[in-house]
């Protein structure tokens, strides 16, 4: 516990820097520089980052489609991806008896979301500031506060299990304490933030995403978790000691925040 406290504590530290730069490169360079280590995490999960080559091409498309929301990138964007399933195949008919075709729609498929699900960030950033930083902020929260009510939820009260062949630590009784947690602390933050800056909030909006997006995280985490059982590993990396690798800490926010974009789109409470 006092590792995955003190780790907790670093990781924060380095959020509030990156935050404290938000409108410059900065924030690029590190939504860029997770979506890569997350990328070769996964890839190293399957076990294909013995090909150095198909992994550093990996990770050179995860950094383009981590920045592509911009628009002189956003117009090729679309060229890229084909170009990068060419690329994947290539390698699958030069190295057909290392890398199957499962393993290259693996490494596609990963390869393109993660890192558009970390764009969100900088899509956030659209909406300037204050808004952008409670956007942020409050789909991380949403994903962290709904891990750790769950993790205490269950500790004291948890019996039944949620998915023992996925992951037997989390109960039913876990979830809807995360659940319920995550909306009681994000409800307090966002009243908050409200009462700071003057801003209105549309309650109802707020307050109907909040169970939908604590529940994706729950879904996220137990998607990360189930392929972690497929390759037999606990974590995907030891990054951050106590808690593991940028997947296992992102893994449930990476379904959060797209979702939180897309909802405030067409149903906006802020």
Not at 4 to 17: E, F, K, P, T, Y
Not at 184 to 199: D, E, G, P, Q, R
């Amino acid at each position: 516990m006092k590792t995955r406290v003190i780790s907790a504590v670093v990781g924060l530290a380095l959020l509030g820097a990156v935050l404290l730069l938000f409108e410059t490169a900065v924030l690029d360079i590190a939504v860029a520089v997770l979506s890569v280590m997350a990328v070769y995490e996964m890839i190293n999960a399957a076990g294909l980052s013995e090909n150095k080559i198909f992994a550093a091409a990996c990770a050179g498309f995860a950094a383009f489609f981590s920045t592509a929301h911009y628009q002189t990138l956003a117009s090729i964007s679309g060229f890229v991806e084909f170009g990068f399933a060419v690329v994947v195949l290539l390698f699958v008919m030069n190295n057909h008896e290392k890398i199957k075709i499962t393993d290259a729609a693996y490494a596609f498929l990963f390869t393109l979301v993660i890192p558009k699900a970390f764009s969100t960030i900088l899509l956030f950033r659209n909406y300037g500031e204050p808004v952008s930083y409670f956007l942020v902020l409050m789909g991380l929260a949403v994903a962290w506060l709904n891990d750790t009510c769950a993790y205490f939820s269950g500790y004291f009260f948890g019996k039944r299990k949620l998915c023992p062949e996925i992951s037997p630590k989390k109960t039913v009784e876990g979830a809807i304490g995360g659940v319920f947690g995550s909306v009681i602390l994000c409800s307090l933050l966002a009243f908050i933030f409200s009462v700071a800056t003057n801003y209105v909030i549309n309650w109802v909006s707020f307050v109907i995403f909040l169970p939908v997006g604590a529940v994706l995280a729950i879904f996220g985490d137990l998607c990360a978790s189930a392929i972690k059982r497929q390759f037999g590993i606990k974590d995907y990396g030891s990054i951050m000691p106590g808690h593991g690798g940028v997947m296992d800490r992102f893994d449930s926010w990476l379904f959060v925040a797209p979702a939180l974009y897309i909802w405030n789109i067409y149903y906006p409470f802020i």
